[in-house]
């Protein structure tokens, strides 16, 4: 148990169906803990069953098939301290549950395809990530799971991604516009005319002048840098690692943008890496290389996926201690 909010963080993570939503999740419940943090599934506000999407023609991902009217007024009760009786979809039948009880907690995550469309839910968002997948990436990866895994056919594969994309891009996509951190999963720069999608260029923009956040950087603040570290001091496979960091417009707005393309051999030697970055918002020295080596094993955490999200987390941990900062003390699970 923990003692009762006196703050409800809310907190947004948006990205279409299998863009490393639930890698990250896993990741910032290292950084708080299970006990101060509740994660609420945006899928569970949908009105349109499985079966009634199939008859309309109506797909998950249209603002037709949610109820964002509840969304709203639970997760405005949340953040106002209340208990909600939030609804339940049940992925395994595709069909809408009972609801079950959900009572505040220090941080409160809204994850899915969902939580920045809605301006009223936006509003309530105290900080937020989007995950953008190239579509290269995107259908190299699921073709990856659903034909090695599920037995599915290449033609088929496709024809799903191909039927979703335009809902995607009306209703999806244009959420980037609002993120505080977008993390860009692209294809290398590093091999002509790559195919398999193995190694990645991610590239993770931070919105410049939000109060509480810190953009990282590399080696100096505001300058544009291009930099291949020393092979002896950070062993990558072919085709090699490069980083840069610089000043870009996005949606009008300045970000400060981080990139990797390439992977690293070994995870120990990103304390190399971490020595360079400066606004980590760590606790101590190695803390990003001690979270990255926690989980070896998750997806991306050989590549800037894992490292980004390491760093999104840590920024997460600080917006959170700063907003409670404001009210009082932090408090710790009992």
């Given at each position: ?93 595709g069909t809408i549950d009972p609801p079950e ?23 309530l968002v105290d900080f937020s990530v989007y ?102 001091k950070l062993t990558c496979p072919y085709p ?95």
């Amino acid at each position: 148990m923990t003692d009762k909010p006196e703050r409800v963080v809310l907190i947004g993570v948006a990205g279409d169906s299998g863009c490393g939503k639930s890698t990250f999740l896993r990741r910032l419940k290292d950084l708080f803990g299970e006990e101060l943090m509740t994660v609420i599934c945006l899928d569970d506000y949908h009105c349109l069953d499985r079966k009634q999407r199939r008859e309309t023609g109506i797909t998950a991902l249209d603002p037709r098939a949610n109820n964002f009217d509840l969304m709203y007024e639970q997760i405005k009760a949340l953040k106002e301290g209340q208990s909600i009786m939030k609804p339940i979809y049940n992925h395994e039948t595709g069909t809408i549950d009972p609801p079950e009880l959900v009572e505040p907690n220090h941080i409160v995550v809204i994850e899915g395809l969902h939580p920045l469309y809605d301006e009223r839910v936006r509003a309530l968002v105290d900080f937020s990530v989007y995950f953008d997948i190239s579509d290269e990436v995107k259908i190299a990866w699921k073709i990856q799971r659903d034909m090695t895994e599920r037995g599915h056919r290449y033609e088929d594969v496709l024809a799903q991604i191909n039927s979703r994309k335009p809902d995607f891009q009306k209703y999806i996509e244009p959420q980037r516009e609002f993120a505080d951190i977008v993390l860009q999963v692209l294809p290398t720069n590093l091999i002509k005319d790559d195919k398999e999608r193995k190694v990645l260029r991610v590239r993770m923009l931070q919105r410049e002048g939000k109060e509480g956040f810190e953009p990282v950087y590399l080696f100096d603040e505001g300058s544009t840098i291009y930099w291949t570290p020393c092979g002896r001091k950070l062993t990558c496979p072919y085709p090699g690692i490069q980083f840069y960091y610089g000043s870009d417009v996005y949606y009008g707005r300045y970000v400060s943008v981080l990139e990797v393309d390439g992977q690293f051999d070994n995870l120990e030697e990103v304390i190399y890496i971490e020595t360079h970055l400066s606004n980590t918002s760590t606790k101590y020295k190695g803390e990003l290389t001690h979270l990255l080596l926690q989980h070896r094993d998750y997806p991306g955490s050989n590549n800037g996926t894992g490292l980004f999200q390491v760093l999104t987390g840590l920024k997460m941990r600080a917006i959170y201690e700063h907003l409670i900062a404001k009210e009082g003390k932090i408090p710790t699970p009992v």
